[in-house]
């Protein structure tokens, strides 16, 4: 029996992993000292949990502990990491490039960064949702100091050419951010390999808690340095000031162990069961888009567009399933997404968009009822719509007439 509602939305949010609650547990009620506190045993036992936890971290994405400096989560860390640099270096150029797919916690710094007179590159991408090397190299300058480039996509899944572009960015002596909120505990990340300058995480998207993140900060070849965006007690080397939070950098920690040591199983489960779906929708439905990268891709992550139907309208269709219209933190926008209008998607098929998150706690009967669910609430909306009856009868729509009222 399937137990209702299906939670399928795990690139906004993920459930906290019973381990990951169990590590925090102490550290609300029995280990509650600041970590700041150098004279007792309460300080350095919370002390103890932090240090732990950067290494966890840094374990996970190849990087040394000292590296890892702790903030509210990726909003914060891209904020500080896009900021850190072009205040830091503006003396040394102004430009900055991006992607028009980026995530908003991108994008908006960068807008406040042209407000401020910084200027801003923001490189289309291909149908799949990538950009190329050579796209990068055709925008650098000599005035360039930033490249920031997410990982793989929120919305899409895509994942970008990252040891390719982290090389030319050695090459070219610009720094290299990626924010890899997506990204980090669901595929091998190598800050080395990768040659990736600062990296931004978050924890609730890898199972752990919310309100906790980190930002890597490279040490040698070269020395990033930042402008700090907070000052006070000058925490985290002077880059974050603020009391840390010890229960939930604990539990951080212990989501970036496990998705360590269970990363395959992982991805395998989810692959196996995104695929599943996918297979599962389009078998049973004419005109399914996939949106993203066919193989380049979050193993969890499957974007479909259902043309001749409205994504609101099939939301609530298959309202005890949570998946998502678009990102979530700008769904209540009834905007198309502007990560598919970036990949050339129509706003009609825009519109008609769902995302499917599958993660670690989903199971295989869950999707079997998804798939059904899914079949019948958009067989049901096509029987409804001119649209779709007219294209039946093979009408190109494209060439219609539409009369104006």
Request: negative net charge.
């Given at each position: 029996?399937v137990?209702?509602?299906?939670?399928?939305?795990?690139?906004?949010?993920?459930?906290?992993?019973?381990?990951v609650?169990?590590k925090?547990?102490?550290?609300?009620?029995?280990?509650?000292?600041?970590?700041?506190?150098?004279?007792?045993?309460?300080?350095?036992?919370a002390?103890?949990a932090?240090?732990?936890?950067?290494?966890?971290?840094?374990?996970?994405?190849?990087?040394?502990?000292?590296?890892?400096?702790?903030?509210?989560?990726?909003?914060?860390?891209?904020?500080?990491?896009?900021?850190?640099?072009?205040h830091?270096?503006?003396?040394?150029?102004?430009?900055?490039?991006?992607?028009?797919?980026?995530?908003k916690?991108?994008?908006?710094?960068?807008?406040?960064?042209?407000?401020?007179?910084?200027?801003?590159?923001?490189?289309?991408?291909?149908?799949?949702g990538?950009?190329?090397?050579?796209?990068?190299?055709a925008?650098?300058?000599?005035k360039?100091?930033?490249?920031?480039?997410?990982?793989?996509?929120?919305?899409?899944?895509?994942?970008?050419?990252?040891?390719?572009?982290?090389?030319?960015?050695?090459?070219?002596?610009?720094?290299?951010?990626?924010?890899a909120?997506q990204?980090?505990?669901?595929v091998?990340?190598?800050?080395?390999?990768?040659?990736?300058?600062?990296?931004?995480?978050?924890?609730?998207?890898?199972?752990g808690?919310?309100?906790?993140?980190?930002?890597?900060?490279?040490?040698?070849?070269?020395?990033?340095?930042?402008?700090?965006?907070?000052?006070?007690?000058?925490?985290?080397?002077?880059?974050?000031?603020?009391?840390?939070?010890?229960?939930?950098?604990?539990?951080?920690?212990?989501?970036?162990?496990?998705c360590?040591?269970e990363?395959?199983?992982?991805?395998?489960?989810?692959?196996?069961?995104?695929?599943?779906?996918?297979?599962?929708i389009?078998?049973?439905l004419?005109?399914?888009?996939?949106n993203?990268?066919?193989?380049?891709?979050?193993?969890?992550?499957?974007?479909?567009?259902?043309?001749?139907?409205?994504?609101e309208?099939?939301m609530?269709?298959?309202?005890?399933?949570?998946?998502?219209?678009?990102?979530?933190?700008?769904s209540?926008?009834?905007?198309?997404?502007?990560?598919?209008?970036?990949?050339?998607?129509?706003?009609?098929?825009?519109?008609?968009?769902?995302?499917?998150?599958?993660?670690r706690?989903?199971?295989?009967?869950?999707?079997?009822?998804?798939?059904?669910?899914?079949?019948?609430?958009?067989n049901?909306?096509?029987?409804?719509?001119?649209?779709?009856?007219m294209?039946?009868?093979?009408?190109?729509?494209?060439?219609?007439?539409?009369?104006?009222?």
């Amino acid at each position: 029996m399937v137990k209702l509602p299906i939670y399928l939305d795990n690139n906004a949010t993920s459930r906290t992993d019973p381990r990951v609650v169990e590590k925090m547990l102490p550290y609300f009620t029995e280990i509650y000292g600041n970590a700041a506190s150098r004279n007792h045993d309460f300080g350095w036992k919370a002390e103890e949990a932090v240090d732990e936890s950067r290494s966890q971290i840094g374990s996970l994405i190849g990087a040394s502990p000292k590296e890892i400096i702790f903030t509210s989560g990726s909003t914060e860390s891209n904020n500080l990491a896009i900021k850190g640099v072009a205040h830091m270096y503006q003396k040394k150029g102004n430009h900055i490039i991006t992607c028009l797919t980026e995530h908003k916690a991108v994008l908006d710094p960068c807008k406040r960064l042209e407000r401020e007179g910084f200027e801003v590159t923001y490189l289309p991408v291909d149908k799949y949702g990538q950009v190329s090397v050579e796209q990068v190299a055709a925008a650098m300058t000599d005035k360039t100091i930033l490249m920031s480039l997410m990982f793989a996509n929120n919305e899409i899944g895509t994942i970008h050419p990252m040891a390719g572009l982290g090389k030319l960015c050695k090459e070219r002596g610009v720094i290299f951010h990626t924010d890899a909120t997506q990204a980090v505990g669901k595929v091998p990340v190598d800050v080395e390999a990768m040659g990736i300058d600062l990296l931004s995480l978050s924890g609730h998207k890898m199972y752990g808690p919310k309100g906790v993140g980190a930002l890597y900060v490279r040490r040698k070849d070269p020395r990033v340095r930042l402008d700090p965006m907070m000052d006070g007690g000058g925490h985290e080397r002077g880059m974050r000031s603020g009391t840390l939070a010890v229960p939930l950098i604990a539990g951080l920690g212990e989501a970036c162990a496990i998705c360590h040591r269970e990363m395959e199983q992982d991805a395998l489960h989810c692959r196996t069961l995104r695929d599943r779906l996918h297979h599962g929708i389009t078998s049973q439905l004419i005109d399914v888009e996939l949106n993203g990268h066919p193989t380049e891709r979050l193993p969890g992550t499957v974007n479909l567009s259902f043309a001749y139907v409205e994504g609101e309208a099939l939301m609530m269709g298959i309202k005890d399933i949570a998946c998502s219209s678009g990102s979530a933190c700008t769904s209540a926008s009834l905007e198309p997404s502007y990560v598919l209008r970036a990949l050339g998607v129509g706003d009609e098929l825009a519109h008609s968009s769902l995302r499917f998150g599958v993660g670690r706690f989903n199971n295989q009967e869950e999707i079997d009822y998804t798939i059904d669910k899914v079949v019948e609430a958009v067989n049901h909306l096509r029987k409804m719509s001119p649209l779709f009856e007219m294209a039946q009868e093979g009408i190109d729509l494209s060439t219609v007439q539409w009369a104006h009222h």
